[in-house]
């Protein structure tokens, strides 16, 4: 049962356009949202998170918009950079439970 | 700050082997994680500690695996006997807080079991 799911596996977007990146899930206990950049070889590393009595939060070129009622987030990154290409995982937790996505590459093309 | 530390960074081992992965938290984090991850299954949480307790071990396979923290600066997950499925990246991560909010991840193990 996967209770985060993030449906595309993989995205290409040109230099400067915007990247979104989706995810959604399936629990509503779930109360803190989180965004987690992977290079190869490399751990995980944050990159912004969203608490559910918010709905967006902004930090630089990365955006989270949180929709409660369709259990759905999503991330915004404007502009897209070259170093942007990454694997970028979404994670959620709430009643002691921390779940990731499957991860979503983003090939940003120069 | 080292940041988390875990190892080996790779190791190959064969079917029925003992295999220990080993991690050290950033100093003052309370909340330790072990992940898994695959290509079919992405990051799985194993187990998670919080103040060198365990918290929540629903992710751990089978009774293969087991985990341990005999103190705040040192963790160890525990594979035997290991089996070719247990191939993967294994990822430590560690957390100021407990309320399961930023972890900060190691570079992982790349566990290959022949």
């Known amino acids: 049962d996967q209770q985060v799911k993030q449906n595309s596996p993989s995205l290409s977007v040109q230099e400067g356009r915007i990247s979104i990146l989706n995810c959604d899930y399936t629990n509503s206990m779930f109360d803190y949202f989180l965004w987690y950049k992977k290079y190869p070889a490399e751990g995980p590393t944050f990159l912004i998170s969203i608490s559910s009595i918010k709905d967006k939060n902004e930090d630089g070129r990365f955006t989270v918009f949180l929709n409660k009622s369709a259990k759905h987030l999503s991330l915004h990154i404007v502009p897209s950079q070259p170093g942007d290409s990454a694997v970028y995982f979404c994670a959620a937790s709430g009643n002691y439970k921390y779940i990731f996505g499957t991860g979503t590459r983003l090939k940003v093309l120069a | 700050d080292a940041g988390v530390i875990q190892s080996p960074r790779h190791e190959v081992t064969e079917m029925g082997q003992e295999v220990t992965l080993r991690c050290k938290p950033i100093s003052g984090h309370n909340s330790l994680f072990w992940y898994r991850q695959t290509m079919m299954r992405g990051l799985e949480l194993l187990i998670y500690?919080?103040?060198?307790?365990?918290?929540?071990d629903s992710g751990m396979p089978e009774d293969r695996f087991s985990a341990k923290m005999p103190n705040a600066s040192f963790s160890t997950l525990k594979i035997q006997p290991s089996e070719p499925r247990d191939s993967a990246v294994y990822f430590c991560?560690?957390?100021?807080?407990?309320?399961?909010?930023?972890?900060?991840f190691g570079p992982g193990t790349r566990l290959t079991v022949l």
């Open positions: 500690f919080n103040n060198n307790v365990p918290i929540d």
């Open positions: 991560a560690s957390s100021p807080t407990s309320n399961l909010g930023t972890q900060y």
